[in-house]
């Protein structure tokens, strides 16, 4: 079982950034692909980065590519999020997961409770 807790959500303005931090209890994180999910009012929970067991394999869709850089610390049991010049489109509660697996649609074994990212133009 994995346990993940999720940080760095805030208020930023359009332009910014943030650092998300998911940190993961129990021994099994570093045999967990990770990643990242948003979920914006009224929407579906969508996918928005994911990290290979090595941190060696990465994938974004489309739009947060070359804005949103994922990473993790198996040394730390904490898979990060950093995202930069952020859009007010990018407003949403970011959650982070441990992955079933790679590949779309990203079906994923556990979430975390969720950190609120709020742009503002």
């Known amino acids: 079982q994995v346990q993940l807790v999720e940080s760095g959500g805030g208020l930023v303005q359009a332009g910014g950034s943030l650092r998300l931090s998911c940190a993961a209890s129990?021994?099994?994180?570093?045999?967990?692909?990770m990643g990242w999910f948003r979920q914006a009012p009224g929407k579906e929970r969508v996918f928005v980065a994911a990290?290979?067991?090595?941190?060696?394999?990465?994938d974004y869709p489309d739009s947060v590519k070359g804005r949103f850089t994922i990473s993790r610390d198996n040394a730390k049991n904490t898979v990060y999020l950093q995202m930069n010049n952020l859009k007010p489109e990018d407003t949403a509660v970011y959650y982070c997961?441990?992955?079933?697996?790679?590949?779309?649609?990203?079906?994923?074994?556990?979430w975390g409770q969720g950190t609120q990212v709020t742009v503002s133009s």
């Open positions: 129990g021994r099994t994180f570093s045999m967990y692909n």
């Open positions: 997961a441990a992955l079933r697996g790679w590949g779309k649609p990203w079906p994923s074994d556990y």
């Open positions: 990290i290979s067991v090595s941190g060696a394999i990465t």
